[in-house]
């Protein structure tokens, strides 16, 4: 017989992180399917591709409260 779903949370709450995170994967994988190895692969090549463009200083960064204000007046025209 299955366990009440409350118990199952308090253990899961009981967790450590790590065991969360893990935990967290697997959950995600049986909602989601597994993810495509290609494409996990590519995202990641442009991350790192990005991060190296801020590092070098080729890319410039706005920051975040810059964005939201543009954002913001746009909308109100």
Do not use: C, F
Request: aromatic share 4%.
């Amino acid at each position: 017989m299955a366990r009440p779903l409350e118990q199952i949370q308090q253990e899961v709450l009981a967790l450590s992180v790590a065991d969360k995170e893990a935990l967290l994967r697997v959950l995600w994988e049986e909602l989601d399917g597994a993810g495509d190895k290609d494409v996990d692969a590519a995202w990641l090549a442009e991350a790192k591709r990005r991060d190296l463009e801020i590092e070098s200083g080729v890319a410039e960064t706005i920051p975040a409260d810059d964005v939201y204000r543009a954002i913001e007046a746009s909308l109100k025209k």
